[in-house]
């Protein structure tokens, strides 16, 4: 059985950067078309996709968030780490993590962690 | 980067009865070798999305078959042949073709 769970503050100040981990289990990330994403939700609104690592490092990031974003990977813990530079107002939001699967010539998100909510305050 | 449109924003249903949401897209999402790289999630009231339909008709693991995907290129199709209580939500559809990977802005369900 999958299952992920994100982790990190849930208050960070404007400027501050924020860390959340996602800690897996029933899946490894070192298997072959496995990845873990990370997708946001501001308060009452839609879900934004912010970054993908797979298996092989392979790391892809939201263009208009890429120069604020980073995602590692520690194998042997089971864990994702992203972090947000400079954090807004605007970044306030609840924080997905995603396990990623290849079936053929699909990939898609069918595990999901339950979020962690991120408000930024000063 | 690929838009989404989802329509309608608001969808009030009868439980018993067929429901079906439209997802456009403003580039096509259909490959050279015949696949669409469109998914559909449910996001339930307070909880994460769920994935229920992948490459724009596959039904993922334990859905339900009153789901169901359909369309290709811009045009996207999710159906449920009789909707029950436990569907109500607000259901987004996904791009997966190039990145940045994109969402529609969401189809709210709900019970009359």
Not at chain 1, 49 to 56: E, F, K, Q
Not at chain 1, 70 to 93: F, P, R, W, Y
Not at chain 1, 94 to 115: E, I, K, L, Q
Not at chain 2, 59 to 65: C, I, K
Request: glycine share 8%; aromatic share 10%; net charge positive.
């Amino acid at each position: 059985q999958i299952t992920l769970k994100e982790s990190g503050p849930t208050l960070v100040k404007p400027t501050q950067t924020l860390t959340l981990t996602c800690t897996f289990s029933g899946f490894s990330l070192s298997t072959a078309g496995v990845g873990v994403g990370w997708v946001r939700q501001p308060p009452g609104k839609a879900l934004e996709w912010l970054a993908l690592i797979y298996w092989d490092n392979n790391r892809q990031y939201s263009p208009s968030l890429k120069t604020r974003l980073t995602i590692t990977k520690d194998t042997s813990k089971n864990q994702v780490v992203l972090t947000l530079a400079n954090m807004e107002v605007v970044d306030t939001a609840t924080y997905f993590c995603a396990h990623r699967r290849s079936m053929g010539s699909f990939y898609y998100m069918d595990v999901w962690g339950n979020g962690t909510t991120v408000t930024v305050s000063s | 980067e690929i838009v989404l449109t989802q329509s309608p924003l608001s969808l009030p249903v009868t439980p018993g009865e067929p429901a079906s949401i439209s997802c456009r897209s403003s580039q096509s999402l259909l490959t050279s070798n015949g696949y669409n790289f469109l998914d559909w999630y449910l996001q339930k009231p307070g909880q994460p999305p769920q994935l229920l339909i992948y490459g724009g008709s596959n039904r993922a693991s334990g859905v339900p078959d009153r789901f169901s995907g359909s369309g290709s290129d811009t045009d996207f199709t999710l159906k449920i042949t009789r909707v029950e209580a436990e569907d109500v939500g607000i259901y987004y559809c996904m791009q997966a073709l190039r990145i940045p990977l994109t969402f529609g802005g969401g189809t709210r369900v709900e019970i009359k």
